[in-house]
Nanobody
Framework: VQLQASGGGLVQTGGSLRLSCVAS????????MAWFRQRPGKEREFVAR????????YYADSVKGRYTISRDNDKNTVYLQMNSLKPEDTAVYYC????????????????WGQGTLVTVSS
């Protein structure tokens, strides 16, 4: 399984970015997918998750109402739309695949992308 994340960059406070993660090497449509982030000096933390059957989503409280996770199974891609960005959202964002049901810990996911850096300037 390979995951390729992209879409990071520099944005001003209040701006938006959309991250993408393309998966290969398996049956994407059967995987629970997630986004995590690692802020400077912090541990990797859960951001959002999307189910494989009903596309049910779940978000960390810190991003709820601002971020939207979605997926396109025909393109083997999961997205993270990030709106109303804040300086504290600055982090390396990672996509993760093949998590267990209700998984929000990094250890619960089998596969990881390389990360994409999001920098939000004040």
């Amino acid at each position: 399984v390979q995951l390729q994340a992209s879409g990071g960059g520099l944005v001003q406070t209040g701006g938006s970015l959309r991250l993408s993660c393309v998966a290969s090497g398996g049956i994407f449509r059967t995987w629970i997918m997630a986004w995590f982030r690692q802020r400077p000096g912090k541990e990797r933390e859960f951001v959002a998750r999307i189910g494989w059957r009903d596309f049910k989503t779940y978000y960390a409280d810190s991003v709820k109402g601002r971020y939207t996770i979605s997926r396109d199974n025909d393109k083997n891609t999961v997205y993270l739309q990030m709106n109303s960005l804040k300086p504290e959202d600055t982090a390396v964002y990672y996509c993760a695949a093949r998590g267990s049901w209700s998984a929000i810990r990094p250890v619960d996911y089998n596969d990881w992308g390389q990360g994409t850096l999001v920098t939000v300037s004040s």
